[in-house]
């Protein structure tokens, strides 16, 4: 079964600069979450989708991230505009259903300078 | 609110020999999930073992088991015959069931196994 697949890995840009960042969950996998891990920290819940719908997005900063899961499968997160303190490892997650547990993607990296 | 404290940055231990993880937690909630995720330096978070709060029986993984004591809030993860592949970050995480289901994650502790 394939896992969790996330891109890009790496991303660097400048501050004020936009970016997105793409998730495939593991098929089947009706809740798909986004966490942000800032270095030296435990991830930190961003959003939760239940099929395209959002169950929590009660610590995603809307004045510059965004986040949608159209179709209910594939979900991208956006940062517009990117402030330095955004530096992190943004991880997507999905599980069968929102009591299952939560598997996890490789992560992609930002750096913004 | 929940919150998960993981009181030890950084531990080490010899190949083979075993290690204590130690995870305490703070909730009002009966109903609840709690895990232990590794993160190598890969960065992908791999489930360890995960303990349902109504089940009395700790959980068990291979050389992976928990010590859930629920009245005192501790969810510790023992490592017995330590392999250099355990060396990762570890972080508990909990999920109450009638609180969205999201996951609180503790500050985590790093593990190195020294050969």
């Known amino acids: 079964e394939a896992g969790v697949a996330q891109s890009p890995r790496y991303k660097i840009i400048e501050k004020r600069q936009s970016v997105a960042f793409w998730c495939n969950p593991i098929s089947g996998h009706a809740t798909l979450y986004w966490y942000q891990q800032i270095l030296g920290q435990g991830p930190k819940l961003l959003i939760q989708f239940q099929n395209n719908g959002v169950v929590d997005d009660s610590q995603l900063p809307k004045d510059r991230f965004s986040a949608e899961r159209l179709k209910g499968v594939d979900s991208t997160l956006k940062i517009q505009p990117a402030k330095l303190e955004d530096s992190a490892v943004y991880l997507c997650?999905?599980?069968?259903?929102?009591?299952?547990?939560?598997?996890f993607g490789p992560g992609t990296r930002l750096t913004v300078l | 609110a929940q919150t998960v404290t993981q009181s030890q940055p950084e531990m080490s231990v010899q190949e083979a020999e075993t290690v204590t993880l130690s995870c305490t937690y703070d909730t009002s909630e009966s109903n609840y999930y709690l895990f232990w995720y590794k993160q190598p330096p890969s960065r992908q978070m791999i489930l360890v073992i995960r303990q349902e709060a109504y089940k009395q029986q700790n959980a068990t993984e291979n050389r992976f088991s928990v010590n859930f004591q629920k009245a005192a809030k501790s969810f510790s993860l023992k490592i017995s015959d330590s392999q250099l592949g355990d060396t990762a970050m570890y972080f508990c995480a909990f999920m109450a069931t009638n609180a969205g289901n999201m996951l609180t994650f503790g500050g985590g502790t790093r593990l190195m196994v020294k050969p």
């Open positions: 997650a999905s599980s069968l259903d929102p009591a299952g547990t939560q598997y």
